[in-house]
């Protein structure tokens, strides 16, 4: 293609092809001393990048911290506990955009306890448009194949029912984040998409037993937002839970204590694991709800290590009778 | 409208219709998502299947009678499919086109013209109805290894998709995944690239599906021919011809795609489809010689003993081939699987996988539960996979079954194998590190994972009290690390065996819960011992299902420290563990 005939070779011919192969060799080096790495590799892992979740709580008013409700019907009894504690209109303003955590973690129907009930979710992303809200999220990192455990859950329809959007936990959702104090949440993924435009975050639980942390509640429910291998955290189970309350600051937390799983927790399988309790917690406090919430699974507040370890770290009180809790009865 | 552009029109719909059904083949209830579309409905064309099944079988499960019309149809007009419906035709078609476009006319009649090895196809499909139809020794289909319909949904469904996936995450949360999908790459791959070489080399040189077409298309109604035997010679015919089957002379019948470029490409209008034989003369057989055919079944008969030898369906059975629940019993299950793919396309959470040869040559891209890969074990509440399954080898089973609940609970759940825990590498057994997650993550109820607590002294960890309290124990020792005690898993055991738990501690001080109480205070210079309470998890293999839900949560993460295999499977009674099932 290129052929020249040496007999043709020209001084003008020589000089430009010698200014190319200057050019080339300049091109040649310039590339590689501009890529030139005197150190190589390092051992150490990234840590920059990081991301810290917002404090989405609000502020403290005296004797409207904790209420407990009992009746049936979770639609009645979850306004009755919210009204209590000032109205939906104390948590969600106009235009706030709501991330809703309510517990997805199985591939399991509603019928069986083991995720929060659909009418449950749906009923407080309801109440969170009727204060205004500009956007309801519905987010979890659940254990079981993500999408399955929206559909069999029954919340994926009860969110999208209530207009809310349901967010599944896709990889890049994730960022790394380090709980300033923390042991365990060091350099560690968390379901941050969701929450970086959130202005309030709502967690939403069911009461289960739970074999190794003795009980699931609403401090358990955010392992949900725990990425990675989270399961190595199961050698330190109480230091991660009380972690999770400090790096997560919800603005309320509900605990559904409607029906109560007893036995063969967190995943239960049958309904012969319920036992009708009738309770439903709401609060600002998630440590002080857990501590109500124990009882309802006949246990006591020392059962569970992770709430005195909590109420240390400053997340809450475990003494939740020191709240003036309100209770309230609906039929 | 002209003939060829009908043609096209109907090549671009059928896989269009085709790559549709892939994606839809996702569980859900979005109009994309499965619902009710036919997603088998290409496989319930293919008559090699139909066949191929009936062989092995000597029954035609009923979904498969689509294929009847397939037969009707070839039978009447010739090798349609292969022209007009197939989408690994259109595929191949396209880009044989592609690649050789700038060729002059004498180049691609060069190219397209009938070569001898055409009868390789032939081969094939003796062989591989050979190792179907021989039920006094054993039956096995093999057909879905090279049959185009399987193959395509094979190679889009666990390669196409899942890598457009990556960049979308469309049909899936965080992809999906498919072990061993390099050889379904490479075969896919080379079969494209061949084209470049000799357009529709797949099909011309190896499809069985089209082999078995030529075979019953030779009493097709229509024909491609001449409708006149003089002709200018031109050879243009030949052109463009798909099938390499020699229009221009005496045509094969058999090799005949009914692609209609020589009825176009004829400037003369000689060449025409018609009900008469072409007046060139044809050859409707296809091109094999007795002893061709003779050696062929031979050897497909002969390999199935020779497969058998590695006695892989015997006591060498691979404990890791772990069938989807509803598989039927292993000799059944190799009568019937077609390696399409449909059930590891469908399982919500990819843990169906295409198996290798490790099972058994016969093992190959059959569905294989591997609880490393995917986004959890198999799925409790979920039967998706024999829903797909287009011939049965999973059989449609309901909730009910797979749990063994209502009419089934005679039968019990229906188990995949058994969970054994390897307590060499179990944390609480091996490392003194508390964890369960497998019995926390344990579907059945009640849980097939148990545990039994124990106290183990840690390592050097017997302290000399110095002076004690009910409350608190100050030890002579000031080395301890602050709060390591502190997480609710340590205890504090006296000599008279007395144990508390411990809530926190200093460099020397060590506070006890005050939920217990000693009867006798520890005295000075007295010794006690920290301990750490672990919940050892153990299996009950009258409950265990070997979903491996357990397995896949397992954070030893390498080789898992509990492990499911086959032993116990209730699809048959050959692997069983137990004395009562």
Redesign the interface.
Known sequence: MNQEKDENLTRRKFLARAAKAGLSIAAAAAVSLSLYDDKGPGASVKTEGQVKLSDFSIPYIDGQTISIVRGADRKKTVNKAIELLGGIGRFVKKDDIVVIKPNVA????PMLGATARPELVGEVARLCYKAGAKKVYVADNP??????CF??SGIGKASSAAGAKVV????HLFKNTTLAGGKLIRNWPIFYGPFETADKVIGIAPVKD???SVASMTMKNFYGLLGG?R??F??????IIAELSMMVKPTLVILDGTEVMM??G?????V??LRRANTLIASTDCVAADSYGCGLLHL?V??L??L??AQKFGAGTTDYQSLKPKFATVI | MKIVQTRRISQVFFFAMFVWFCIVST???KFWQLRGWPVNWFLQLDPLLGLGTILTTHTLYWPLLWALATVILTIIFGRFFCGWVCPFGSIHHFVGFLGNRKKTPAQKIQLNKYRKPQCIKYLVLVVLLGMAAFPSIRATLQTGLLDPIPLLTRSVNLLLLPIADRAA?FI????RFYEGAWLIFAIFLSAVLLNLVIPRFYCRFICPLGALFGVIDRFALWRIGKNQNECSNCKLCEKSCEGGCEPAGSIRISECVLCFNCREDCKDEIINYQTQKSLAGEITDPDISRRGFVLSLASGIFAVPAVGLSKKLGSNWYHKVIRPPGAIAENEFLERCIKCGQCMRIC???VIQPGGIEGGLENLWTPVLNNRI???GC????VACGQVCPTSAIRPITPAEKHGLGEFAEAGPIKLGTAFIDRNRC?PWAMD?????C?????????AIY?RECFNTIREGTFTVKKATNKTIETVETNLLLDKF????YYCTTKKGERR?I?ANTENTIVL???EHFSEVPAANSKVEIQIRL?KPYIDIEKCIGCG?CEH???V?GKKAIRVSAEGETRSTDRKLLLKN
């Not at chain 1, 254990?143 to 399955?148: E, K, L, R, V």
């Not at chain 1, 199961?234 to 230091?239: C, E, G, K």
């Not at chain 2, 590190?433 to 997650?437: A, R």
Request: aromatic share 4%; with cysteine; hydrophobic share 20%.
């Open positions: 199985f591939a399991s129907p254990i079981n194949d993500p999408a399955s559909t069999l599944l936990p896709k990889n739970h074999h190794r291998r399961n190595i199961h050698q330190d189970i109480n230091t036995t063969n967190p995943t239960g399988g049958s012969s694991d006591k020392s059962d290590p992770y005195a370890r | 569980i859900g209830e995450n899936s949360v965080k992809g919500p959470t990819n995917g986004s959890s799925q409790y509440n979920c944390l590190k508390p964890c369960i997650v019995q926390e993550n344990c579907p059945v109820s009640p849980k545990t502190a997480t609710g898993d738990k809530t819960s005050n939920n919940q839900i949560e397992c954070p993460s």
